[in-house]
């Protein structure tokens, strides 16, 4: 079976577009992870060479100040309210993502890398680069067949689920939310409840959450998400003819663990 590298470095650099919503601290890190692999190996395997954001209100501009990449800011709201349309209606957001293509083709990116990207891309823009997002759980767990901790409250799910550790998932953007191919899943860490919490009470339960989804944010999204781009910029990720992934031309279904 033949494999087929996402990149080829012998073509050049790989080139990275940021997508944002809101405070791009995943973005931060995947520059940051650039700029280090620079000064430690003298290059970097891929740039970030543009930042996108689509909230006029974002970490964006100030992101593009810090590190002199240029910022392109469409509002998805105001692209709505326009329209006389709610956010939740997809019918019109293939408009704004072909939009975003078009404003995003001078820079002639290959990969966009989904840095709190908040809004469901459609197929414009999911055709248009290969996408990748990084997700607060292990993707690899499954129930009745279907991905278990999916959605914007994973990291809730799995402890109420009694998982006693928790992983980052790194995985391809495609059509379904959540479901796209896997790349890379991060070193577990341990769940941590104070003992006796009430898991019952909303309040207590949403503070263990967030305290446990900061964990992982830096111990498996900071660290997941950069070496998943270098990676793929490297070559070691690939496909064969049946879209099936593979690391290092070895098969990985369920991801690649760190």
């Known amino acids: 079976m033949k494999v087929t590298p996402f990149h080829n470095p012998d ?16 973005l931060r890190k995947i520059i940051e992870h650039q700029l280090n692999l620079k000064r430690t190996k003298g290059k970097s395997p891929y740039e970030v ?13 100030l992101i593009g100040k ?16 326009h329209r006389g349309k709610k956010k939740r209606d997809l019918s019109i957001r293939p ?3 072909s939009e975003t293509v078009k404003a995003l083709s001078p820079y002639d990116i290959k990969v966009a890398v989904y840095a709190g990207y908040m809004s469901i891309a459609t197929a414009p823009l999911i055709s248009a680069f290969l996408g990748i997002n990084v997700h607060p759980a292990d993707l690899s767990i499954e129930e009745n067949g279907k991905r278990k901790y999916t959605g914007a409250h994973a990291v809730k799910d799995a402890i109420l689920a009694g998982e006693k550790t ?15 191919r896997l790349l890379m899943i991060s070193s577990p860490i341990p769940v941590e409840i104070e003992e006796g919490a009430d898991l019952s009470d909303k309040d207590t339960l949403t503070k263990i959450e967030k305290y446990n989804q900061n964990r992982l944010k830096e111990a498996g999204d900071w660290i997941v998400f950069p070496k998943t781009i270098e990676f793929i910029a490297e070559g070691r990720f690939g496909y064969d003819e049946n879209g099936n992934i593979y690391f290092d031309e070895k098969p990985v279904p369920k991801g690649y663990r760190l």
């Open 11 to 26: 073509e050049g650099i790989l080139r990275v577009g940021g997508l944002m919503s809101g405070s791009g601290t995943n």
């Open 49 to 61: 060479l543009v930042i996108f954001s689509d909230t006029w209100d974002s970490n964006a501009n």
């Open 66 to 81: 810090d590190y002199d990449i240029p910022v392109i800011t469409r509002d998805i709201r105001s692209f709505y309210e």
């Open 95 to 97: 408009e704004f993502d």
């Open 166 to 180: 928790i992983s980052s998932s790194t995985h391809i953007i495609e059509e379904a939310v959540d479901e796209g």
